[in-house]
């Protein structure tokens, strides 16, 4: 297993390699333009970026993001999760960071600038380990040879392949993305529900007025906060249609 944390930066249209940058644990690196005094180990070469614009600490399996910015928000991301991110306000010091898989985002002229973020593998307890006591209870069962789980998978997908979009699929386009199950529409709802009431367990929130949207948003809201569903279970779906 590694111990040192990687930084990659792509290439840039000054600097058409690109290169990556190793830190063993207890060690640093800062970010930012830099200049000829007060030069930077990452460097970032937009005029909207400050001269030392933060700084990254190894710790091990995860890693410490300070935000030297007064003013900008920089957001670390996952991009191999299902939209999962964090902000690191301006002045924030040694923000812990546990994504095996990172890409720092700084606001720039036009756009954003960014660089990526490799920590160690995660060290995970196996499975297995017996306490003595009763057998701890499946939280979410589901069976992902299961219609239902595909019909899920479905709804989830366009948050898993863009995550900044808000869209869930109606039901109708449930139906015209698994045309081989051989769903109506009202077995399709069946599934929701059960997957709602039975597997998932979601509440009606206040104020819904007995629509059945809130199912649909709840259900995808949850699978990608705990991980029920990630971006390896689109292999579940047909091939997208171009």
């Known amino acids: 297993m ?3 944390i990687l930084i990659q930066m792509a290439a840039t249209p000054t600097d058409d390699r690109p290169y ?3 830190l063993a644990p207890g060690e640093q690196a800062f970010f930012g333009r830099g200049t000829p005094g007060s030069p930077v180990d990452i460097v970032l070469g937009d005029p909207a970026v400050s001269r030392r614009a933060g700084k990254i600490v190894a710790v091990g ?7 030297l910015s007064t003013s900008k928000t920089y957001v670390v991301e996952n991009p191999e999760g299902g939209g999962e991110f964090v902000k690191v306000q301006p002045g924030r010091v040694g923000a ?3 994504f095996e898989f990172s890409r720092v985002s700084l606001p720039a002229v036009d756009g954003t600038v960014s660089f990526l973020v490799f920590a160690p593998q995660h060290v995970h307890v196996p499975p297995g380990g017996a306490d003595g006591g009763a057998a701890t209870q499946v939280a979410y069962p589901l069976d ?3 219609k239902y789980f595909r019909i899920l998978v479905a709804l ?3 948050r898993l392949r863009d995550p900044s979009t808000s869209r869930i699929p109606t039901i109708p386009e449930i139906v015209e993305r698994l045309p081989d199950l051989g769903l109506s529409r009202t077995a399709v709802g069946f599934h929701i529900g059960y997957l709602a009431e039975k597997k998932l367990h979601v ?3 206040q104020g819904s007025d007995g629509k059945a949207d809130w199912q649909r948003h709840a259900l995808v809201s949850l699978a990608l906060r705990f991980d029920l569903v990630t971006s390896e279970h689109l292999a579940l ?3 997208p249609r171009r």
Do not use: G
């Open 2 to 4: 590694h111990s040192t």
């Open 20 to 22: 990556s940058l190793e």
């Open 61 to 67: 399996d995860y890693w410490l993001l300070s935000n």
């Open 96 to 98: 812990p960071i546990s």
């Open 144 to 146: 992902q040879n299961a």
């Open 156 to 158: 989830c997908e366009p």
């Open 203 to 205: 509440k009606s929130p």
């Open 237 to 239: 779906l047909p091939m």
